[in-house]
């Protein structure tokens, strides 16, 4: 079976610039993720999908960052302008079951650098 | 408070060695909980669950304290391959998963 797939693995940007993030969830998951990982944290809940609606949106930086979902399957994630801050791991996640770890699998991750 | 915190270690232990990391949370209405392992520069990756009566996995037991709000992983007989960072979560019901910083584990030779 294969897993979420991301792209790129890798960005740097100069800080006001814009980034943009895809991600392909498991074929079947219903339920997407977007997680913010810092260096030396753990991973921070940014959006939830379940198909193509908005779940949670609380933890996502509305002035800079937006993600769609559009035919509730492939994702995007992007940030405008990107600050310096924003360096971070962005890992894309699905499951079949909302909230339930057992069925959740994560993407490799986008490793973005902001300069 | 933090919502989940963990000692950021890095623990050093010997391989053969047991070692254990704890994990507190901050609200008491947490149900589900979890070890993550996440190794240097990849995705994290569920360990096991983590039950009030406790599971054990092969080397690797949990154990949840409600009362106490802390959850904990033993791993015994440490192999260099267990090097990495141990990540806690808990999830209130079938809503979000809240990850803590991570305990990293260094098992040497």
């Known amino acids: 079976e294969a897993g979420v797939a991301q792209s790129p693995r890798y960005k740097i940007i100069e800080k006001r610039q814009s980034v943009a993030f895809w991600c392909n969830p498991i074929s079947g998951h219903a339920t997407l993720y977007w997680y913010q990982q810092i260096l030396g944290q753990g991973p921070k809940l940014l959006i939830q999908f379940q198909n193509n609606g908005v779940v949670d949106d609380s933890q996502l930086p509305k002035d800079r960052f937006s993600a769609e979902r559009l035919k509730g399957v492939d994702s995007t994630l992007k940030i405008q302008p990107a600050k310096l801050e924003d360096s971070a791991v962005y890992l894309c996640a699905s499951s079949l079951v909302a909230g339930r770890p057992e069925t959740q699998y994560f993407g490799p991750g986008t490793r973005l650098l902001v300069l | 408070r933090k919502e989940v915190e963990q000692d950021p270690g890095p623990f050093n232990v010997p391989e053969g060695a047991t070692v254990a990391f704890n994990c507190t949370y901050s609200?008491?209405?947490?149900?589900?909980f979890f070890w993550y392992r996440q190794d240097c520069r990849k995705e994290p990756k569920l360990l096991m669950s983590v039950y009030s009566s406790g599971n054990e996995d092969g080397r690797f037991t949990a154990q949840l304290n409600r009362a106490s709000q802390y959850i904990s992983l033993l791993i015994r007989d440490s192999k260099l391959s267990d090097s990495a960072t141990y990540l806690c979560?808990?999830?209130?019901?079938?809503?979000?998963?809240?990850f803590g910083k991570g305990t990293m584990l260094l098992v040497s030779p």
């Open positions: 609200n008491s209405a947490s149900q589900s």
């Open positions: 979560v808990v999830t209130k019901g079938y809503s979000t998963l809240t």
